[in-house]
């Protein structure tokens, strides 16, 4: 693991939400190092936090302090354009809900990142949009629409979709959460394949199933993170 | 923004059914928008080509001086701005010719041209002082008695200009007081040579209404109203007529009829009145109806866009995550307004015109012969196309600025 280079970095990120009547701590603390070419799960109880981790290793969200770096870049406190570039570049969302347009194709939902990247030729990306649904193992589905697409057929869109601008960073929270085994093997089988691609994949699941998977299961607990067996 | 992008947007507008009843109620006030403009402009239009100009807005009716040798005639000839005076007498004859054929009777109404009196849509050679047994008839020419109704059948309309040199031939009867009843007496006829035609809309003229001179129709006049030789027995003499007095400018009528009063002439009025109450409403409601469908289209593209960027939220929300900057979300949006926009306005347009054909060819059809036409001006839609496209972007750049101001969590996590 150690030739692989380091991707992320986080010191000391605290993060807090105020709400009305109370203030909740949610990130104490919490210092974590990913790499490149692993698969990361992140687990624990309902409510621990990670969702909140995963929206600020993602940057739509912001802790409220500590240090966090992409290849060595600090990205805290960055301006709304370059948060944006940050995440147009180097990461991809998958999400328990699909979220994909209904009345677009499957390849015209691969397509819609890559429309405002200009690192991309137009004419190049719906050929990019099918080789990623390929490789997603949706060839021969590449002209349905949302609803003529099984769940785990859905996601797998979605997961071609977070990989159209090639991030090197995938966060997926619970992606299998509304999937059967079946597809969920399969989801995490595709993940670990992003990973063994070189990618630093960071997957929030309550399912046992993904330490089968992963290269480092961590446990978010009373705010950090801590590796299963140290 | 690019031709896929542009792609892109357009079928993500054409497959979503929601945009169907948008696009109806955005056409619906697109036209009506179009449509008062179009009509205010049509109507300004006939103001100016057919109310304004007509010489009919400038003659003044009044009473003659039964005392005086000539009428009052010369007196009235002598105050300013005054460009003739004739015997309303003249025009109300109602003649057979032998334009008579089995669809037309051939009635023809001889009218009077006054002095100094430039018809604008001459084709041909004008009627000289001194000249008879010349004729200047309709471009289109009816001779017919249904002229009235407006019941002119397009396929029996003669086509003036092919009678120019030609003769025709008018029959009357001098009128004679007998046994207490007005009976005809001695046939006449008289033969004229068209030398011109006119559009009779420049006058307001009936399409049998022809020009001739004033020595032929004063001819005409004259054997028509029988001279009364009998002092017990009063019936209507030419005199009795009033004079009709043509002023050389609109904006003179007013002062001519003050001055006609200063010279004791009574019963002056105006043969023909602008009502000006009822064009400021025609004007004022195009107005209403113009202001009413921007509002209607401004508060439909609110709505509009409100319930779409709810529905979209996860959508916009996964745009954000995927590095669209909130730019990106707006000009994405804006475009796919714009283009909706555009769609409908060119549906809008085709159906318009539609209408407009429709009118023209069935409810306006008979009306053209009195100068009322429809006609379509490219700078209203012009116009109707820049408030549209204005009115929907910046409804829908408002809606989307307030949908931006939401984080990015929010708007994926969102749910309809
Ligand atoms: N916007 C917010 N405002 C206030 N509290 C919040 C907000 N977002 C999250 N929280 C709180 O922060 C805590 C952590 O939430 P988070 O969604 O990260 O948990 P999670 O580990 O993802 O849980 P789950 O496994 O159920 O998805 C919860 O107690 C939640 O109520
Ligand atoms: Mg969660």
Known sequence: MEEKSKVIQLKNIQKTFHTKNKEVNVLRNLNAEFYEGNLYAVMGHSGNGKSTLIHILGLIDECDEGEYQIYGKNVKNLKDKDASYMRLKNIGFVFQEFNLVPTLKAYENVMVPMLINKEIQAKERKERAIELLSSVGLKERINHFPKELSGGEQQRVAIARSLANNPNIILADEPTGNLDEKSEREIFTLLKKLAEEGKCVIVVSHSSEIKNYADKVYILDKGKLEGENE | MNKYHLKNLFIKITRDKNNIFFIILLVISTIMLIGSITFNKNFNEYIEENINKNINFRVLSVSNKQDEADLGKEELLSIEHVQDVYSSVYGTFLIDSNF?????????????????????????????????????????????????????????????????????????????????????????????????????????????????????????????????????????????????????????????????????????????????????????????????????????????????????????????????????????????????????????????????????????????????????????????????????????????????????????????
């Not at chain 2, 200047?136 to 009678?163: C, R």
């Not at chain 2, 590095?323 to 060119?346: A, D, H, M, P």
């Not at chain 2, 209408?355 to 429809?374: A, D």
Request: glycine fraction near 4%; charged fraction near 20%.
């Open chain 2, 100 to 416: 008579a054929n089995e669809d037309l009777d051939g009635k023809i109404t001889p009218q009077y041209l006054p002095k100094s009196t430039v018809i604008h849509s001459l084709i041909g050679s004008q009627i000289g002082e001194n000249d008879t047994g010349v004729a200047i008839i309709p471009k289109d020419f009816y001779p017919d008695n249904s002229v009235y109704e407006y019941n002119i059948n397009a396929k029996n309309i003669i086509d003036g200009e092919s009678l120019i040199g030609k003769e025709f031939t008018i029959t009357y009867y001098t009128r004679k007081f007998e046994n207490m009843k007005f009976v005809n007496d001695e046939k006449l006829t008289k033969t004229f040579t068209v030398i011109g035609v006119y559009d009779n809309k420049e006058f307001m003229n009936y399409n049998n209404d022809i020009f001739i001179s004033q020595i032929d129709i004063d001819e005409i006049a004259k054997a028509k109203i029988p001279k009364n030789d009998n002092p017990d027995i009063e019936i209507t003499q030419i005199d009795d007529y009033s004079f009709n007095v043509v002023v050389d400018s609109l904006e003179n009528v007013e002062s001519v009829t003050e001055k006609i009063l200063e010279h004791n002439f009574s019963n002056v009025e105006p043969s023909m009145e602008i009502d000006e109450g009822v064009i400021n409403t025609i004007k004022i409601s195009c107005l209403v109806i113009a202001i009413i469908s921007i509002a209607v289209i401004i508060l439909i593209v609110l709505l509009y866009m409100r319930k779409k960027l709810i529905r979209e939220s996860n959508y916009i929300g996964i745009l954000r995550a995927s590095g669209y900057t909130k730019t990106n979300v707006t000009i994405q949006y804006l475009f796919e307004t714009i283009i909706t926009s555009i769609i409908t306005y060119i549906i809008g347009c085709i159906l318009l015109i539609l209408l407009c054909v429709i009118l023209k060819n069935i409810v306006f059809n008979s009306f053209n012969y009195i100068g009322y036409n429809i006609r379509i001006f490219s700078t209203d839609f012009i116009i109707g196309f820049v408030i549209l496209i204005l009115t929907s972007s910046i409804s829908s750049l408002y809606m989307i600025h307030m949908k931006l101001k939401s984080n990015i969590i929010n708007l994926i996590e969102s749910r309809e």
